[in-house]
């Protein structure tokens, strides 16, 4: 009797144990949850000042916009949409209505503060309502993805999350440092579908990236139709690396993929490599080759192998074709020409091929990029010129022409993180999280300034990379440091407080089921 009282007595105690645990447990998410984010935005807004109270958002709440019309009603029910699957709450997208009762959601552009830009905003939180004003829709579409970053971050979850949804009150007035913040990725040397392409827009966007470089064509692969030379797409597109099955984009879908960065205040820069890193193009036109004999389709990770045939007239009826099209169906005002690494061709002809590219790309109306290499060639003021690895960029310079600063060494998302972490390459170097953040465009190389700088961009070359997965395990976390260095003022920004917001931004990662990298260098929560 005395040993079944005691078993009695144990089963109890246990339950009691497992019960508080639990619901410590609870208790500890739940405050995690609701911790005051207004300390872990990222990109840092220029300006904070909280009061210390809270909103409460409810089902009843409305998003009221001001004007109403297309593109502030996308930007509503954007915001709507990103609410809608963790609270389970329908808000309604209204024009504004001086009437309308508080607790609601308001989204104006007024055009009273231009120093705001075209890409700032002020968002207002008291205990009553949400204001957030921008002079430009593209401001007011920043200024969203700050206020998802102030709901807790279950926001994110793709189920229904019971509780409160609270919102720190308090201003923030905010405005990027550069004109460009991009990222890159290569789907020449793997293809991606445009889900996955879309995916990745979803992702920059939430940190305020605005220029979406697709690297579309290399030797291993040409990824898109060009009505004009059926072949480069249909043969040229057909393998990649390790001699996988490849794919292109057909033009309604390239087009579907602007459309939708445009919906999100991305610009689009297409890239046709040239003259080097040809050889999907030579394989399938064997008149651009000097000998005008195709060479075999590659797939393997080399570069410098392959050229065009520069003195050859057909080589730049190919080129305007090519342009012609591809301008048609890219409405930014960017067309990337690639430029890098062509040791074959003679320093002379290289710098008359890019002359002569570079007029092609004017007369249908847009401005050439280029990497390094094309700084040797007299380069028109509107020209842009991208840094990777080389001071020749410094000619660029001299030319009055702005730079993208991209250097491989900080920059190159494709570089591995440590010798443990099997995606990726280490040609560069190894990347920690610190490595990539640590760095400041404006003094990374001698003669390059604030003022010579249009911005920073994060390339991804996919030589080790087949998905979606991929994709995110070497992009997060180094994207939101390189939108971090590209949106924020340089004063204020320092590792040890970064990465404490950094530790906040894993918990909503985790909820979107993201596959990054737990770097040990952030305490992660």
Not at 53 to 75: C, G, Q, R
Not at 332 to 355: C, M, N, Q, R, T
Request: overall charge negative; aromatic content about 12%.
């Amino acid at each position: 009797m005395k040993n079944k009282i005691l078993v009695y007595l144990l089963s109890f105690l246990f339950t009691l144990v497992f019960l508080s645990c639990s619901a410590s447990l609870k208790d500890e998410k739940e405050l995690l949850n609701l911790r005051n984010t207004f300390s872990n935005i990222i990109p840092k807004p220029v300006s904070i000042t909280p009061t210390n109270k809270f909103f409460i958002l409810d089902k009843s709440a409305k998003v009221y916009v001001e004007p109403m019309n297309t593109e502030t009603s996308f930007i509503g029910k954007y915001l709507a949409g990103i609410i809608k699957p963790s609270t389970g709450y329908s808000l309604q997208v209204l024009k504004s209505d001086e009437n309308a009762v508080e607790r609601n959601i308001y989204l104006t552009i007024n055009g009273k503060d231009k120093s705001l830009g075209e890409e700032g905003y002020e968002l207002t939180v008291s205990e009553e309502r949400i204001n957030l004003s921008a002079d430009a829709p593209a401001g007011l579409f920043r200024g969203v993805q700050t206020l998802r970053q102030l709901f807790p971050y279950s926001i994110e979850s793709s189920d229904i999350e019971p509780g409160l949804w609270e919102i720190p009150t308090g201003t923030i007035k905010d405005y990027p440092r550069f004109e460009w913040r991009g990222v890159m990725l290569d789907v020449a040397r793997h293809f991606f579908s445009v889900k996955d392409v879309k995916s990745y827009i979803d992702l920059s966007a939430l940190y305020k990236i605005n220029y979406l470089h697709l690297h579309l064509s290399d030797d291993q692969g040409w990824r898109i139709q060009i009505n004009s030379w059926p072949n480069l797409s249909t043969y040229g597109g057909s393998t990649q690396v390790d001699g996988g099955k490849g794919d292109y984009y057909t033009q309604a879908e390239y087009s579907e993929i602007v459309a939708y960065a445009q919906e999100r205040y991305i610009t689009v820069v297409p890239e046709i490599d040239m003259p080097g890193h040809t050889n999907a193009a030579l394989a399938s036109y064997p008149e651009l080759n000097n000998d005008g004999i195709a060479p075999s389709l590659y797939t393997g990770i080399e570069v410098g192998f392959s050229a065009l045939a520069i003195k050859k007239d057909i080589t730049y009826k190919f080129i305007h074709d090519v342009i012609k099209e591809l301008s048609a169906i890219t409405p930014g005002p960017y067309i990337h020409i690639g430029g890098d690494e062509a040791p074959k061709i003679d320093s002379i002809d290289y710098v008359h091929f890019i002359d002569k590219v570079q007029s092609i790309v004017y007369s249908f109306g847009k401005k050439m990029v280029g990497w390094d290499e094309i700084s040797k060639a007299n380069l028109f003021p509107t020209s842009v010129a991208q840094h990777w690895d080389n001071e020749i960029i410094l000619n660029a310079v001299k030319q009055g022409v702005k730079v993208i600063m991209s250097p491989a060494s900080k920059t190159y998302l494709d570089m591995k993180y440590d010798s443990t972490t099997g995606l990726g390459l280490f040609w560069a170097g190894y990347i920690e999280v610190k490595d990539a953040y640590n760095w400041d465009p404006a003094t990374q190389m001698g003669g390059i300034s604030e003022n010579n700088i249009l911005g920073i961009e994060a390339p991804l070359w996919s030589e080790t990379i087949i998905n979606l997965d991929d994709i995110e395990y070497l992009a997060f976390p180094r994207l939101a440091g390189h939108a971090e260095i590209g949106w924020s003022q340089v004063k204020g920004r320092n590792w040890d407080e970064y990465k404490e917001r950094l530790a906040e931004h894993g918990l909503r990662w985790t909820e979107k089921g993201l596959n990054f990298y737990r770097s040990p260098q952030v305490l992660w929560k």
